[in-house]
């Protein structure tokens, strides 16, 4: 019903954010090269300073609009995150613009009478379209700091509000994922073995580290506390080899030979249960 809801608001929605924002045209036309408009959601939420005005400078207010696609195959997708704020007599906007593997775009930072940023990003590196002069960007003093505009600081500012929306952010799992195979596969001859048939299960202590199960082809799966976070299938007759990277209980990653699938195709969802349903079956023969 929420999303029913959210749809016949959409419209409206845009008109109240055209007129709230900073030159949203800019940030749109960019929004439109990087995901599918056709037909998505926004988020709205505006808060204030403790719901008080400022005296004699103006109020306090930020308006964070979250875009994304849905459906009920792939759930949320996002797209993009504007934080509009207005603070004292200062009025600034600030775009972040998804593909759809939750790769950071584009950066825009539009501020009246302050100047404006704009960054293309390419696997995290950046090219900067356009910056206004140093001075006058500094003339925004609430926001301005010498880092403001690296690329950490544009990063962790993205990741923030990704948090903050309630989503976990892919590149920080995904980095987070590797580490912890390495670690696994390093430590592998410290491990305890178990093996059942065609099913090799490795234990540090009591914990189960990873499973290796050879079947039609050879079915690696890695563990962290009793959750499945990675598995990795070699490629058989049938498939390609298989990549699959879990926050919770879906993939949110899958790689199928070099090809990094698009959260919105149906082959990660297909991946995602088939490598679920496959470990579900194997844990119950080694219990």
Known sequence: MKKKIQVLLILLALSCLTFAQVN???????YGEVCDTSWYYIDLDITNANNRP?????SFKVEKSIYYEYSNMSGEVLQMISIDIHQAAMRYTEYYIFDVYQDLQYYLYQCEDCGSVIIKFDNYNPTIIEKSDEEL??????????????????IDRSDMYIIMNGQPVYHIETDKIREKFKEI????????????????????GEELMKIVAK???TKEYYLSEGYLFFAFYTDSNEHEDWRAYFCGYDAYKVIIGKKNVPKTEVELIEVSQLVREDFKEIKKIIK
């Open 215 to 217: 079947e039609d082809c």
């Open 137 to 154: 960007l500094k003339e925004n003093y609430f926001r301005y700091a010498e880092d403001y505009f690296t690329t950490k600081s544009i």
């Open 185 to 204: 596969n390093g430590n592998i001859d410290n491990f305890t073995v178990e093996k059942f048939d065609n099913i090799t299960a490795y234990y540090d």
């Open 24 to 30: 949203i045209e800019k940030a749109l036309k960019y």
């Open 54 to 58: 400022w005296p004699a400078v103006g």
